[in-house]
């Protein structure tokens, strides 16, 4: 038996994006919201350090800094018509997320209070700017329950632990999902004339990682199935700082606060890499420098970590080398009261995780998988558009960190996520409310559930010997080592053969559990087969662009290339083979030159 | 280090009643959180056992249990802080059971929707459209409870919520408190008036055990005397 509800827009995914489009599109259009987790579990409640907006409650600073900022940090790869246009929603974003209750840090004047983050600067100066709106260090937890809250507020409807598992496509345009009732096992078809994906990011591809459990690209590997592109998959970055060993991370916001990162030597080593802004360059390229110091040697006690220090005597002592002034023009100076303040839940993670005080001692970090800068292809409508050309498929819309607008190109700069996941959301509901108003529901096919079905009965009934989790152990190692900050084509070469043979192994996956209710073996098994296949899209698309840019860095072609590079991939899964094609990139003010820090 | 995890197993499909199930991690480390052990178990040694998680890192309020006797998220224990080699691991307390550790929160989240856990105000509240004016001391008032993750940890310790699954419980108080003290906000009478009636406040026996469980640390005794202050005073201070 399948169920069949009727909604007129059905978005899936419950974070920042998924409730952004819900607040919108239940305004004009019947919605529901569909996620495989309890919305409030969502990975945009990790977030910490803060959202980018061009506000100017401290410091001189304008959108069209932020633009240039986001261009730059991109490396020339977002498209300019798409960030100027969330560069410039940024303010007033902000101003409704505060009328929405938001509870933002706030400035002695009751202002939002900002901070300074990685690549934004102020374009005159090239000094840092304070641009980062904070709440403490947990901004995204405030952003997820503030949204959250209003959506029960203007109650939405909810279908909480519903997992979705494929797409309904009729006569080329969305007609609705299917999903699975964790709590039951049973399927239920969801028919709708718009769908929007906001499933999120897929960083638990690598082994070390910041990201949840449920970042496994359900929503990218579902479209790519249903015969959709994905777009600038090889562009994944990888954040400077994450706690050693377990990837958890520590966000910019304490290098924000004045902390500096210290090779084994002792020495701060940003300095010979981006001799301006230093700790606060791009992450790519900080990564990459930290990945350099380890190799040369220069890890602490040479081991694969270094050390991210505030303790206040260090934050003071380089503030005063940098001659860094607060807003007033008095030289910046830090207590252990204000990093307690300022960073409290940073502080809590290196005390239960590592049992370190930073406020005492350095912590010890390594560069982990952070964020899905690739995904499926919108405009800023959050349209899914499907070719080169950028046609859009009718009733189809994607949104957040599964969405490739494309606003962060190569790079992302923080706070940008946030910002993406709230200006395109937003649009995405609006556009998909606007479009549903205006079309019928489609007939559905009489077996709509029915590839979900068979799918999931045949892996239930394989008699191989194979273990999910051992796949996956060997898949994310290989990623890890192979397509992570630093890669080669012998290393890439190497693991999409990996891949295809783990792919064989996980035709051959045993299930333990052959029941229905939160059968949690059965869904860590189809997430798993999500992994792989988009793990092969990102290799494959890798292994293609020979250059380096931005998050891929190739240790085989150093350089930028923009003769033969500066375009957008567009990958395809086409019967077990991955297809590249690739479409322009948009450049409307800022003229392509050399990326210096 | 080899550890030895005991299980609380329940599943309505197979028919057993309630059990434990004993499971040997042979090459446990002593930085390795809890979850990461059941993890192992799930994944080499028996794929049916079910719990719910998400972040690993303690923010997503996903894998509240009982381990050892005291609630705990699965994620934010490591093994070298229980100081034992036997782990004993079961589902939290006072809300149903559907499957091994994973409960129908249903209840819980009731009661958190009962104190109307929203901002509320006039919708266009500043003239230039810019951000309404908090001081850092009135943003200080409600910080602590801001940070609750809605993982249940606070109510299924408590003796009142286990005596009587009616009463809204510390994580709904907690979450009103974070409204009533919001200068911004223009519901507290409401959730007041909520929380005074029979199955409110006035339930907390100030057993300090949610205080004890809640893995983010919130004073969570202080935020209900808080709000039973400003009950029977009818001032917000
Ligand atoms: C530790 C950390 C710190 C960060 N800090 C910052 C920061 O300071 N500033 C910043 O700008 N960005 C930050 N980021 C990035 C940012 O938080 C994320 O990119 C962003 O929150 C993603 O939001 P989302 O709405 O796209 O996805 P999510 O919030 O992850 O939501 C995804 C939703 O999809 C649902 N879902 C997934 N698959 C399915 C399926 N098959 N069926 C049904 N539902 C499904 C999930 O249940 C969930 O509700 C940080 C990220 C991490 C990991
Ligand atoms: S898994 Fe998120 S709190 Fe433990």
Redesign the pocket.
């Known amino acids: 038996m399948t169920n069949i509800h009727q909604f007129e827009v059905v978005i ?7 409730l952004m489009a819900a607040m919108f599109a239940s305004r004009t259009a019947k919605t529901a919201v ?4 309890h ?1 409030t ?4 409640g ?7 907006a061009a506000l100017g409650n401290l410091e001189e600073d304008h959108p069209d800094w932020h633009t240039y900022d986001s261009v730059k940090g991109s490396d020339y790869l977002g498209d300019q018509d798409a960030i100027e246009f969330m560069c410039n929603e940024a303010v007033e974003a902000i101003y409704d997320l505060e009328h929405m209750g938001l509870p933002f840090s706030r400035t002695p004047e009751g202002r939002i209070a900002q901070r300074p983050f990685g690549g934004h600067t102020n374009n005159v100066t090239g000094k840092p700017v304070m641009r980062s709106c904070y709440a403490a260090d947990r ?2 937890h405030m952003i ?1 329950q503030t949204l959250y809250q209003q959506c029960l507020r203007n109650q939405v409807n909810f279908f909480d632990e ?4 494929d797409l309904i496509l009729v006569k080329g345009a969305a007609a609705g999902v299917v ?1 699975v009732e964790l709590a039951t096992g049973e399927l239920h078809i969801f028919h709708a004339k718009a769908v929007i994906f ?4 897929h ?1 638990r591809i690598w082994e070390i990682t ?3 459990y ?2 496994t690209g ?2 990218a590997a579902i479209v790519l199935r249903r015969g959709l592109p994905l777009e600038d998959m090889e562009f994944f970055q990888f954040h400077p700082t994450g706690i050693y060993k377990f990837g958890i ?1 520590i ?1 910019e ?1 304490v290098r924000g606060e004045g902390g500096v990162l210290i090779n084994g030597e002792g020495q701060r080593f940003m300095e010979h890499y981006a001799p301006h802004v230093k700790d606060l360059a791009s992450r790519d390229v900080i990564s990459r420098a930290m990945y350099i110091e380890m190799r040369e040697g220069r890890g602490v006690n040479g081991k694969r970590y270094l050390y991210l220090d505030v303790r206040p005597e260090i934050v003071n002592k380089y503030a005063e080398i940098d001659g860094r002034t607060r807003p007033d023009g008095t030289p910046y100076r830090t207590t252990a009261q204000e990093i307690l303040t300022k960073l409290p839940d940073i502080i809590e993670f290196c005390r239960v995780y590592l049992g370190v005080d930073p406020v005492t001692q350095p912590i010890p970090v390594q560069p982990t998988a ?2 899905t800068m690739g995904g499926i292809p919108t405009n800023q409508y959050g349209q899914v558009v499907y070719d080169e050309k950028n046609s859009p498929m009718p009733g189809l819309y994607a ?4 969405a490739c607008v494309s606003v962060h190109g190569a790079n992302r700069l ?6 993406d ?1 709230v200006v395109f ?1 937003k649009h995405a509901g609006i556009h998909a409310a606007r479009y549903a108003r205006g079309v019928a529901f489609q007939d559905l096919p009489a077996d709509a559930a029915d590839p979900v079905r068979q799918r999931l009965d045949e892996m239930l009934n394989r008699t191989g010997k194979e273990k999910t989790a051992a796949i996956a152990d060997a898949m994310k190692a290989a990623m890890f080592h192979h397509v992570g900050v630093f890669r080669t084509e012998e290393g890439m070469k190497e693991v999409i053969e990996d891949i295809r043979a783990l792919k064989e192994r996980y035709r051959h996956v045993h299930l333990d559990d052959r029941g229905k209710i939160f059968n949690t073996d059965l869904l860590n098994a189809w997430e798993l087969g999500n992994m792989l296949d988009l793990a092969e899209v990102i290799a494959a698309s890798a292994v293609a662009r020979q250059e380096s840019r931005g998050a891929h860095a190739r240790q085989d072609f150093t350089k930028r290339d923009d003769v033969n590079w500066l375009k957008h991939t567009l990958a395809w899964q086409k019967e077990g083979a991955i297809e590249l094609r690739y479409k322009p990139v948009v450049i409307t003010k800022f003229q392509p030159k050399e990326r210096v820090y | 280090m080899k550890i030895t995890l005991k299980i609380y197993r329940y599943n309505t499909e197979d028919g057993k009643p309630p059990h434990y199930d004993t499971f040997v991690v042979p090459d446990a480390e002593e930085n390795d959180l809890v979850l990461d052990l059941l993890e192992c178990v799930r994944g080499y040694q028996d794929g049916t056992l079910s719990f719910r998680r998400s972040c690993a890192h303690g923010i997503c309020g996903s894998d509240a249990m009982r381990i050892n006797g005291r609630n705990y998220l699965a994620c934010k224990v490591l093994v070298k802080d229980l100081g034992t080699d036997q782990i004993t691991i079961e589902p939290i307390l006072g809300l149903p059971v559907l499957k091994d550790l994973i409960v129908d929160m249903n209840p819980f989240y009731e009661h958190y929707r009962s104190v109307l856990p929203f901002f509320m105000c006039p919708d266009d509240p500043v003239a230039d459209g810019k951000e309404r004016i908090q001081t850092p001391e009135e943003r200080e008032r409600y910080d602590d409870t801001t940070k609750c993750i809605l993982c249940a940890c606070c109510t299924t310790s408590c003796p009142s919520f286990w005596a009587d699954g009616r009463y809204v419980g510390p994580a709904a108080i907690v979450n009103a408190h974070r409204f009533i003290f919001d200068n911004r906000d223009c519901g507290a009478e409401d959730r007041l008036n909520i929380l005074n009636e029979q199955m409110g406040v006035w339930r907390c026996r100030t057993a300090f055990n949610c205080t004890e469980a809640c893995p983010r640390d919130i004073n969570i005794t202080k935020a209900i005397a808080d709000v039973k202050k400003a009950i029977t005073t009818g001032k917000i201070e």
């Open positions: 899936v995914g419950a974070g920042g994006a998924g569909l996620s495989k987790l919305p579990r969502s990975h945009t990790a977030a910490q350090g803060g959202i980018g901004t995204g997820l519903f997992q979705v598992l999903a906001a499933t999120g990011g960083g910041s990201n949840a449920a970042y359900d929503g991370l966000t916001g952070h964020y949104a957040g960190e599964a923080g706070t940008n996520s946030l910002l996941l959301g």
